[in-house]
Protein backbone atom coordinates (compact mmCIF):
# COMPACT_ATOMS: atom_id res chain seq x y z
CA UNK A 1 0.00 0.00 0.00
CA UNK A 2 2.77 2.36 0.74
CA UNK A 3 4.29 1.95 -2.57
CA UNK A 4 0.77 2.65 -4.48
CA UNK A 5 0.67 6.12 -2.25
CA UNK A 6 4.31 6.41 -3.74
CA UNK A 7 3.35 5.62 -7.30
CA UNK A 8 0.07 8.08 -6.97
CA UNK A 9 2.39 11.08 -5.43
CA UNK A 10 5.14 10.59 -7.91
CA UNK A 11 1.92 10.97 -10.50
CA UNK A 12 1.08 13.96 -9.01
CA UNK A 13 4.16 15.66 -9.14
CA UNK A 14 4.60 14.93 -12.77
CA UNK A 15 1.27 16.15 -13.12
CA UNK A 16 1.54 19.20 -11.63
CA UNK A 17 5.21 19.46 -13.24
CA UNK A 18 3.77 19.48 -16.58
CA UNK A 19 1.21 22.36 -15.80
CA UNK A 20 3.64 24.52 -14.57
CA UNK A 21 5.16 24.26 -17.97
CA UNK A 22 2.88 24.03 -19.92
CA UNK A 23 1.55 27.81 -18.36
CA UNK A 24 3.97 30.69 -19.70
CA UNK A 25 4.17 34.31 -18.02
CA UNK A 26 4.70 36.99 -19.86
CA UNK A 27 4.79 40.98 -19.94
CA UNK A 28 3.72 43.16 -22.32
CA UNK A 29 4.04 47.16 -21.86
CA UNK A 30 2.25 49.78 -23.74
CA UNK A 31 4.34 52.91 -23.84
CA UNK A 32 7.90 53.27 -22.14
CA UNK A 33 7.02 51.71 -18.72
CA UNK A 34 10.13 51.09 -17.06
CA UNK A 35 11.72 54.50 -18.07
CA UNK A 36 9.02 56.37 -18.14
CA UNK A 37 9.51 60.39 -18.15
CA UNK A 38 6.36 61.70 -19.68
CA UNK A 39 3.81 63.25 -17.41
CA UNK A 40 0.95 64.52 -17.37
CA UNK A 41 0.23 68.23 -16.30
CA UNK A 42 -2.52 69.26 -18.15
CA UNK A 43 -6.22 69.51 -17.18
CA UNK A 44 -6.84 67.07 -13.97
CA UNK A 45 -9.85 65.84 -16.20
CA UNK A 46 -7.80 64.62 -19.26
CA UNK A 47 -5.82 62.25 -16.70
CA UNK A 48 -6.03 58.56 -16.57
CA UNK A 49 -6.81 56.25 -15.13
CA UNK A 50 -7.31 58.66 -12.20
CA UNK A 51 -6.43 61.86 -10.87
CA UNK A 52 -6.84 61.38 -7.20
CA UNK A 53 -8.04 65.14 -6.99
CA UNK A 54 -11.78 64.61 -7.14
CA UNK A 55 -13.94 61.94 -5.04
CA UNK A 56 -14.91 60.53 -7.78
CA UNK A 57 -13.60 59.29 -11.39
CA UNK A 58 -14.14 57.01 -13.90
CA UNK A 59 -11.82 56.32 -17.20
CA UNK A 60 -12.52 54.11 -19.79
CA UNK A 61 -9.06 52.87 -22.09
CA UNK A 62 -9.27 50.99 -25.36
CA UNK A 63 -6.41 49.32 -25.97
CA UNK A 64 -6.68 47.92 -30.19
CA UNK A 65 -5.65 44.50 -31.00
CA UNK A 66 -1.86 46.32 -32.77
CA UNK A 67 -0.79 47.50 -29.21
CA UNK A 68 -2.03 43.32 -27.61
CA UNK A 69 -0.35 42.19 -30.88
CA UNK A 70 2.48 40.16 -28.40
CA UNK A 71 -0.31 38.94 -25.94
CA UNK A 72 -2.83 37.76 -28.69
CA UNK A 73 -0.77 35.92 -30.63
CA UNK A 74 0.25 33.82 -27.81
CA UNK A 75 -1.87 30.56 -27.01
CA UNK A 76 -4.73 30.52 -24.88
CA UNK A 77 -3.40 33.89 -23.52
CA UNK A 78 -5.48 35.26 -19.64
CA UNK A 79 -4.44 38.29 -18.58
CA UNK A 80 -3.62 38.08 -14.73
CA UNK A 81 -2.80 41.76 -13.69
CA UNK A 82 -2.71 45.37 -14.78
CA UNK A 83 -0.30 48.11 -13.69
CA UNK A 84 -0.27 51.87 -13.99
CA UNK A 85 2.56 54.32 -12.35
CA UNK A 86 2.08 57.33 -11.04
CA UNK A 87 4.28 60.16 -9.10
CA UNK A 88 3.56 61.23 -6.09
CA UNK A 89 4.01 65.02 -6.89
CA UNK A 90 3.82 66.46 -3.42
CA UNK A 91 0.42 65.08 -2.04
CA UNK A 92 0.44 65.17 1.90
CA UNK A 93 -2.14 62.47 2.66
CA UNK A 94 -3.42 59.42 2.84
CA UNK A 95 -5.79 58.70 -0.33
CA UNK A 96 -8.34 55.95 0.40
CA UNK A 97 -10.60 54.73 -3.05
CA UNK A 98 -12.93 52.14 -3.34
CA UNK A 99 -11.81 51.13 -6.83
CA UNK A 100 -13.97 49.21 -9.49
CA UNK A 101 -11.79 47.17 -12.37
CA UNK A 102 -14.44 45.89 -15.62
CA UNK A 103 -13.06 44.22 -18.71
CA UNK A 104 -14.16 43.38 -21.69
CA UNK A 105 -13.56 43.01 -25.39
CA UNK A 106 -14.84 45.09 -28.11
CA UNK A 107 -14.43 45.68 -31.87
CA UNK A 108 -14.12 48.94 -31.94
CA UNK A 109 -10.73 50.85 -32.00
CA UNK A 110 -11.88 53.92 -31.22
CA UNK A 111 -15.16 55.46 -29.05
CA UNK A 112 -17.83 56.53 -31.38
CA UNK A 113 -18.97 60.16 -32.43
CA UNK A 114 -22.48 60.95 -32.29
CA UNK A 115 -23.80 64.90 -33.39
CA UNK A 116 -19.96 65.93 -32.54
CA UNK A 117 -19.87 64.33 -29.08
CA UNK A 118 -17.77 61.30 -27.95
CA UNK A 119 -19.59 58.25 -26.41
CA UNK A 120 -18.31 56.36 -23.92
CA UNK A 121 -18.95 52.91 -23.84
CA UNK A 122 -22.07 50.93 -21.53
CA UNK A 123 -20.21 48.19 -18.79
CA UNK A 124 -21.19 46.20 -16.19
CA UNK A 125 -19.71 43.97 -13.85
CA UNK A 126 -16.31 44.25 -12.62
CA UNK A 127 -14.19 41.46 -12.92
CA UNK A 128 -12.65 43.43 -9.81
CA UNK A 129 -13.10 45.27 -6.72
CA UNK A 130 -10.90 46.57 -3.53
CA UNK A 131 -10.26 49.15 -1.31
CA UNK A 132 -7.49 50.84 -1.30
CA UNK A 133 -5.15 53.22 1.02
CA UNK A 134 -2.21 55.33 -0.59
CA UNK A 135 -0.13 56.71 1.83
CA UNK A 136 1.20 59.52 0.24
CA UNK A 137 3.87 61.10 2.68
CA UNK A 138 5.28 57.40 2.32
CA UNK A 139 6.08 57.44 -1.23
CA UNK A 140 6.90 61.27 -1.37
CA UNK A 141 8.27 62.46 -4.83
CA UNK A 142 8.58 58.77 -5.75
CA UNK A 143 7.09 56.36 -8.50
CA UNK A 144 4.32 54.15 -7.12
CA UNK A 145 1.67 51.67 -9.18
CA UNK A 146 -1.62 50.83 -9.30
CA UNK A 147 -2.22 47.44 -9.52
CA UNK A 148 -4.99 45.15 -10.24
CA UNK A 149 -4.48 41.52 -9.32
CA UNK A 150 -6.28 38.98 -11.58
CA UNK A 151 -4.23 35.92 -10.79
CA UNK A 152 -7.19 34.35 -8.96
CA UNK A 153 -9.96 35.14 -11.84
CA UNK A 154 -7.79 35.53 -15.09
CA UNK A 155 -9.32 37.53 -18.44
CA UNK A 156 -8.76 35.90 -21.19
CA UNK A 157 -8.34 37.76 -24.61
CA UNK A 158 -9.17 37.09 -28.49
CA UNK A 159 -6.95 37.73 -31.57
CA UNK A 160 -7.80 41.16 -33.41
CA UNK A 161 -10.29 41.89 -30.74
CA UNK A 162 -9.65 45.18 -28.70
CA UNK A 163 -9.83 45.39 -24.56
CA UNK A 164 -11.61 48.09 -23.22
CA UNK A 165 -10.53 48.79 -19.58
CA UNK A 166 -13.43 50.88 -17.48
CA UNK A 167 -11.75 51.92 -13.68
CA UNK A 168 -13.67 53.78 -11.19
CA UNK A 169 -12.25 55.45 -8.43
CA UNK A 170 -14.37 56.73 -5.33
CA UNK A 171 -13.87 58.24 -1.91
CA UNK A 172 -14.96 57.05 0.84
CA UNK A 173 -16.69 60.75 1.08
CA UNK A 174 -17.63 63.56 -1.30
CA UNK A 175 -14.47 65.59 1.10
CA UNK A 176 -11.67 63.41 0.06
CA UNK A 177 -9.61 64.84 -2.12
CA UNK A 178 -5.78 66.04 -2.31
CA UNK A 179 -4.84 69.44 -0.93
CA UNK A 180 -2.67 71.40 -3.25
CA UNK A 181 -1.83 71.23 -7.19
CA UNK A 182 0.27 68.68 -7.14
CA UNK A 183 -1.97 65.10 -6.90
CA UNK A 184 0.13 62.50 -8.34
CA UNK A 185 0.06 62.44 -12.27
CA UNK A 186 0.37 59.24 -14.03
CA UNK A 187 3.03 58.46 -16.65
CA UNK A 188 1.94 58.72 -20.36
CA UNK A 189 2.35 56.54 -23.03
CA UNK A 190 2.41 58.53 -26.24
CA UNK A 191 -1.22 57.22 -27.55
CA UNK A 192 -3.57 59.62 -27.88
CA UNK A 193 -7.09 59.73 -27.99
CA UNK A 194 -7.87 55.92 -26.67
CA UNK A 195 -9.02 57.38 -23.22
CA UNK A 196 -11.55 59.17 -21.67
CA UNK A 197 -12.52 60.13 -18.42
CA UNK A 198 -15.12 61.50 -15.95
CA UNK A 199 -14.55 63.83 -13.11
CA UNK A 200 -16.83 64.88 -10.13
CA UNK A 201 -16.63 65.40 -6.54
CA UNK A 202 -20.38 64.61 -6.05
CA UNK A 203 -21.41 62.01 -8.78
CA UNK A 204 -19.71 58.60 -9.14
CA UNK A 205 -19.06 57.35 -12.73
CA UNK A 206 -21.42 54.33 -11.87
CA UNK A 207 -24.23 56.52 -10.87
CA UNK A 208 -23.95 59.03 -13.83
CA UNK A 209 -23.76 56.06 -16.36
CA UNK A 210 -27.21 55.48 -15.00
CA UNK A 211 -28.14 58.66 -15.75
CA UNK A 212 -29.68 60.73 -18.97
CA UNK A 213 -27.11 62.24 -20.19
CA UNK A 214 -24.52 59.33 -20.82
CA UNK A 215 -23.44 57.91 -23.12
CA UNK A 216 -21.88 61.90 -23.96
CA UNK A 217 -19.22 63.05 -22.42
CA UNK A 218 -18.84 66.72 -22.58
CA UNK A 219 -16.65 69.40 -20.63
CA UNK A 220 -20.30 70.78 -18.88
CA UNK A 221 -19.64 67.01 -17.19
CA UNK A 222 -16.41 66.81 -16.46
CA UNK A 223 -15.12 64.95 -18.76
CA UNK A 224 -12.02 64.57 -20.97
CA UNK A 225 -12.42 63.12 -24.31
CA UNK A 226 -8.94 62.83 -25.93
CA UNK A 227 -6.64 61.41 -23.33
CA UNK A 228 -3.58 60.10 -23.30
CA UNK A 229 -2.98 56.17 -22.40
CA UNK A 230 -0.97 56.08 -19.39
CA UNK A 231 1.82 53.40 -19.55
CA UNK A 232 0.67 50.26 -19.03
CA UNK A 233 2.22 46.62 -17.81
CA UNK A 234 -0.15 43.85 -18.30
CA UNK A 235 1.12 40.60 -16.80
CA UNK A 236 -0.50 37.21 -18.31
CA UNK A 237 -0.13 33.89 -18.85
CA UNK A 238 -0.34 31.87 -22.38
CA UNK A 239 -0.07 27.46 -23.02
CA UNK A 240 3.02 26.24 -24.78
CA UNK A 241 3.83 22.94 -25.10
CA UNK A 242 4.69 21.02 -21.94
CA UNK A 243 8.84 19.60 -21.98
CA UNK A 244 9.37 16.61 -22.94
CA UNK A 245 5.78 15.91 -24.04
CA UNK A 246 5.45 14.38 -27.78
CA UNK A 247 1.92 15.33 -29.21
CA UNK A 248 0.81 12.44 -31.26
CA UNK A 249 -2.62 12.46 -32.94
CA UNK A 250 -2.74 8.61 -32.47
CA UNK A 251 -1.92 5.77 -30.32
CA UNK A 252 -1.02 3.11 -31.76
CA UNK A 253 2.08 2.19 -30.12
CA UNK A 254 2.60 -1.34 -28.36
CA UNK A 255 5.87 -1.44 -27.18
CA UNK A 256 4.27 -0.29 -23.53
CA UNK A 257 1.06 0.18 -21.55
CA UNK A 258 -0.32 3.92 -21.22
CA UNK A 259 -1.13 5.58 -17.99
CA UNK A 260 -3.12 8.37 -16.88
CA UNK A 261 -2.12 10.54 -14.37
CA UNK A 262 -3.76 8.44 -11.35
CA UNK A 263 -1.86 5.65 -12.55
CA UNK A 264 -4.43 3.66 -14.17
CA UNK A 265 -3.64 1.85 -17.51
CA UNK A 266 -5.14 2.63 -20.41
CA UNK A 267 -6.15 1.09 -23.89
CA UNK A 268 -3.85 2.55 -26.40
CA UNK A 269 -6.18 2.50 -29.34
CA UNK A 270 -8.73 4.32 -27.74
CA UNK A 271 -6.86 7.40 -25.94
CA UNK A 272 -9.50 10.50 -24.93
CA UNK A 273 -7.53 13.48 -25.81
CA UNK A 274 -5.18 14.40 -22.67
CA UNK A 275 -1.72 13.44 -20.67
CA UNK A 276 -0.60 10.12 -20.47
CA UNK A 277 2.55 8.27 -19.40
CA UNK A 278 4.12 5.93 -21.97
CA UNK A 279 7.19 4.21 -22.14
CA UNK A 280 8.82 6.08 -19.61
CA UNK A 281 7.88 9.74 -20.96
CA UNK A 282 4.59 12.52 -20.82
CA UNK A 283 2.52 12.11 -24.20
CA UNK A 284 -0.01 14.56 -25.04
CA UNK A 285 -2.47 13.22 -27.10
CA UNK A 286 -4.64 15.32 -29.30
Known amino acids: MKKFYLILAAMAAMSLSAQADSAVSGTLFVGDYEDAN ?21 AQ ?8 ADLQDKRDAMVTGISFKFTNAGAYEDITRNVKLYLQEIDETA ?25 MLDIYYEDEEIFFDLADAPFAV ?10 VFDA ?42 FPDATAMLGCGTN ?23 AAAE ?25 NGKKVLVK
Open 172 to 213: LDDDNCTMGSDYAPFYTSGIRGKGMVYTNNWTGFEQYAQGED
Open 254 to 278: KDGPYYNLMGQPMDANNLPAGLYLH
Open 158 to 167: SPGKSLLMTI
Open 111 to 135: FAVVEGVKQFFTFDNPVLEFEVTYN
Open 227 to 249: VELPVTKIDYLYSENPSGVAEVT
Open 38 to 58: EIYNGSYFDMAPTNFYLAHTG
Open 61 to 68: LIYTADEL
